[in-house]
């Protein structure tokens, strides 16, 4: 997995600084006060981690503090509605995987609104582990998929952020990928609780995030089982973690993209000073390009249309995927995206 998106990267990159050049001509932002930037997730899940790694390097650009809020609840939809409804001045921002700001409007957490209510930032790349308390029953996936299949499935807890979280989205997809079956989420604030109470025995699994289960994984808590891949993960100081498709060859798999997002409407020379940024500092940053490679994400900047396009492999599964499970409150078309072909709809 991590050598496919790192071609797509590499072979975008071109394209992305030589539209950071452009925007860089642009007049320049000097904000004058702080800038509120809301994690709608609980602290220590993969929106918290590396939101608090880029947020000092914006900082450090911009010349003022940009302090990092958790508000958490529905599934993300509180805090994000917090920023649709704030000022448009360029001072509230959001961070998020871009599948839940882009599908929002399809589970009915919110409406009207879809991925082109947004500026773009996109920093790494991250994929959903399946993993159990490290003295489970369950010793690979194959043993796990078994139990889900049978009468008893319907009574395993699996531990999430909620339904339209990561982990929540990955369980239902498995369960739809499988045939189907039952299971019983718990939820939790964020990806990292998720997988702190699965390693103290409080859920049964956990579908969280590789960068919310790698130091408890490390530190031999939980049994990672398998990666939402088709390319095992490698993880240093643990085994690596087989690929989903090694039990469900047909399973379709898109990598989900992380990162910070402005509301549209804000001035052009915000969004032409983060663009010059992104291209100049996030897109070169040792600091979040160690922090994927210590927790299991792949480094993966990008903003603006290259951002939006490279989103929408994972936004259109989503969308699509919700209906399959009956999760859908509107149906996909609304946000511009055909299930039957699993395309998005050309735009008028």
Request: hydrophobic letters at 45%; a negative charge.
């Amino acid at each position: 997995m991590k050598q496919s998106l790192l071609r797509v990267v590499l072979a975008s990159s071109t394209a992305v600084f030589a539209l950071g050049a452009t925007m860089a001509m642009g007049q320049e932002w000097k904000p004058d006060r702080p800038i509120n930037l809301i994690v709608p997730w609980g602290a220590g899940g993969s929106t918290d981690q590396v939101t608090r790694v880029t947020a000092p390097i914006l900082a450090e650009a911009l010349g003022v503090e940009v302090v990092v809020v958790n508000q958490p609840g529905a599934s993300g939809a509180i805090g994000t509605q917090e920023v649709l409804n704030a000022e448009r001045d360029g001072y509230t921002w959001t961070a998020n995987a871009i599948a839940n700001n882009a599908t929002y409007s399809v589970t009915g957490l919110l409406e009207n609104t879809n991925i082109d209510d947004w500026h773009i930032y996109l920093s790494v790349a991250n994929v959903p582990v399946v993993s159990v308390p490290m003295d489970s029953q369950f010793k690979d996936f194959g043993e796990l998929l078994a139990a889900f299949q049978s009468d008893a499935g319907s009574g395993i807890s699996v531990a999430t952020a909620g339904i339209t979280s990561s982990g929540g989205t990955a369980i239902g997809a498995l369960s739809g990928a499988a045939g189907g079956f039952d299971y019983n989420m718990i939820t939790y604030d964020g990806g990292g609780p998720a997988a702190i109470a699965t390693a103290a025995g409080e859920a049964m699994v956990t579908t969280q995030l590789a960068v919310e289960q790698t130091e408890l994984i490390r530190g031999g808590r939980l049994r990672a089982l398998a990666v939402l891949s088709n390319q095992p993960l490698v993880i240093e100081g643990a085994e690596p973690i087989p690929p989903i498709t090694n039990w469900l060859p047909d399973m379709e798999l898109a990598p989900d993209y992380f990162g910070i997002f402005v509301p549209k409407g804000v001035p052009a020379e915000v969004v032409a000073t983060l663009d010059k940024i992104w291209a100049e500092k996030v897109s070169t940053s040792e600091a979040v390009k160690t922090y994927a490679e210590t927790f299991g994400a792949v480094f993966a900047p990008s903003y603006g249309e290259e951002a939006r396009a490279l989103a929408m492999p994972v936004v259109i599964l989503e969308a699509c995927d919700s209906v399959g499970r009956g999760e859908a409150v509107n149906d996909p078309s609304t946000i511009g995206i055909d299930c039957e072909t699993r395309t998005e709809m050309a735009k008028n």
